[in-house]
């Protein structure tokens, strides 16, 4: 199965900010999740998230990865996790808000 | 504020005497209950950075026979002496050798930081950024349509003013960089999210970017036809309803439904409703026995 292309509806950029939503490099991914790029390559081989454009050899991601790739972290640091376990958690936590969200359990109202 | 004393051993949940492992267990369990990526509860947050604190103290052979100290002196001075602050005790333990001179919002308590010094915490493992928040936006139909800037309150009691483009869809997310929580040992804060959901609307119901729209006309409105006004998210359009339409036909307004993921717009329906006054007026009755006696119109011609 190849990674999807299609940019998620759920990124849909917003005009005012369009400049930095343009898919970028995993170093920037990196820098601003506060992450090694070395540690950060950990996390793509387990699949925490996959790159939405560019090419194997320079491969383009959401800046919305930082986020995730921040949280997958501060759970390997906090709970004593290993790679695969942070992602695991991630997806585990990602499916329960989805759940939750079908079910009606909302998010908080801004 | 004024101090407080802090029972580390009752944050964790076990004993005075409790062993390193036992220390380190309690830790772990209460962490991954609490910690704030897991644990949507407005209150996680608070009760993880009490659990890490109260680990970091006791896991410490240093610190925790420093805070024992104080601890037992403080137990046995409640007893003796009612009345008096923690803070004078503590004042008068000649435990301030660290002077701080503001408290912020740091990670640890005032508690912590009185006792140990602001930089007695372990290191971390380098800065790390912040965690992305998420809330939802509700948005009218119309104000989904034409965008603008809107005033927000979040969860946390800030007040953010975010510029909602125009056009934005059931789901969609709007980034807000650097407005979610604060990072750490230095880390960049996270973003917020604002996850759009339209209000339903007590006129146009929503079929996917397709909207429908009840028109009410007259009896002979309907077998004459005419043009009449019809309500869009973008105001009053006019629209041509041909002779002969019965209750139930779609008019279709091109463009006028809500915006599309690819661009455009979808199709506003409107639907034809035939309406009858409630009380027929003596003439309104004349015309309509005329009509009833002389119009050979079998509305249930084949249905059986």
């Known amino acids: 199965?190849?990674?999807?292309?299609?940019?998620?509806?759920?990124?849909?950029?917003?005009?005012?900010?369009?400049?930095?939503?343009?898919?970028?490099?995993?170093?920037?991914?990196?820098?601003?999740?506060?992450?090694?790029?070395?540690?950060?390559?950990?996390?793509?081989?387990?699949?925490?998230?996959?790159?939405c454009s560019g090419s194997n050899e320079v491969p383009l991601f959401e800046p919305s990865c930082a986020g995730r790739l921040a949280k997958a972290e501060r759970l390997r640091r906090d709970l004593g996790l290993n790679y695969a376990g942070a992602v695991l958690a991630?997806?585990?936590?990602?499916?329960?808000?989805?759940?939750?969200?079908?079910?009606?359990?909302?998010?908080?109202?801004? | 504020m004024a101090l407080e004393y802090k029972d580390y051993y009752e944050v964790l949940g076990v004993a005075r005497d409790a062993s390193k492992e036992e220390i380190r267990r309690a830790y772990r369990k209460l962490a991954r209950e609490y910690h704030p990526d897991l644990n949507q509860d407005s209150d996680?947050?608070?009760?993880?950075?009490?659990?890490?604190?109260?680990?970091?103290?006791?896991?410490?052979?240093?610190?925790?026979?420093?805070y024992d100290r104080l601890g037992s002196q403080w137990r046995a001075r409640e007893q003796t002496s009612a009345g008096a602050s923690f803070e004078d005790f503590f004042d008068r333990q000649g435990f301030d050798d660290h002077v701080r001179v503001e408290f912020g919002?740091?990670?640890?308590?005032?508690?912590?930081?009185?006792?140990?010094?602001?930089?007695?915490?372990?290191?971390?493992?380098?800065?790390?950024?912040?965690?992305?928040?998420?809330?939802?936006?509700?948005?009218?139909?119309?104000?989904?349509?034409?965008?603008?800037?809107?005033?927000?309150?979040?969860?946390?009691?800030?007040?953010?003013e975010v510029n909602i483009p125009a056009g934005v869809r059931e789901g969609q997310r709007i980034r807000l960089p650097g407005k979610g929580g604060a990072g750490r040992d230095g880390g960049a804060p996270g973003d917020h999210y604002l996850q759009i959901r339209l209000k339903p609307d007590p006129r146009f119901r929503r079929r996917g970017d397709d909207l429908d729209v009840d028109l009410a006309v007259a009896?002979?409105?309907?077998?004459?036809?005419?043009?009449?006004?019809?309500?869009?998210?973008?105001?009053?359009?006019r629209v041509r309803v041909p002779p002969g339409?019965?209750?139930?036909?779609?008019?279709?307004?091109?463009?006028?439904?809500?915006?599309?993921?690819?661009?455009?717009?979808?199709?506003?329906?409107?639907?034809?409703r035939i309406m009858v006054p409630k009380h027929v007026s003596e003439q309104d009755r004349r015309l309509f026995e005329?009509?009833?006696?002389?119009?050979d119109f079998d509305p249930r011609q084949g249905q059986g």
């Open chain 1, 1 to 51: 199965m190849s990674a999807p292309r299609r940019r998620s509806r759920a990124l849909q950029p917003a005009p005012a900010d369009a400049a930095e939503e343009q898919p970028v490099e995993l170093a920037v991914i990196a820098r601003q999740a506060g992450v090694r790029v070395s540690v950060v390559r950990h996390y793509v081989a387990f699949g925490l998230f996959e790159r």
């Open chain 2, 44 to 66: 996680a947050e608070e009760r993880f950075k009490e659990v890490g604190e109260a680990y970091e103290v006791l896991s410490d052979p240093s610190k925790r026979e420093r």
């Open chain 1, 90 to 110: 991630c997806e585990l936590v990602d499916r329960i808000r989805e759940l939750e969200q079908q079910r009606g359990q909302d998010l908080p109202t801004a």
């Open chain 2, 245 to 272: 339409s019965s209750s139930g036909r779609r008019l279709r307004l091109r463009g006028r439904g809500l915006p599309k993921q690819a661009g455009g717009h979808g199709d506003l329906h409107a639907i034809v």
């Open chain 2, 219 to 237: 009896p002979w409105e309907a077998a004459l036809g005419a043009t009449v006004s019809v309500p869009t998210l973008t105001g009053t359009a």
């Open chain 2, 105 to 160: 919002d740091g990670v640890f308590s005032e508690f912590f930081e009185r006792l140990f010094g602001e930089d007695a915490a372990r290191a971390g493992s380098g800065p790390l950024r912040g965690r992305d928040r998420e809330a939802v936006l509700e948005l009218s139909l119309e104000d989904a349509v034409a965008g603008g800037r809107r005033r927000l309150s979040l969860e946390d009691g800030r007040i953010l």
């Open chain 2, 290 to 295: 005329k009509l009833a006696d002389e119009s």
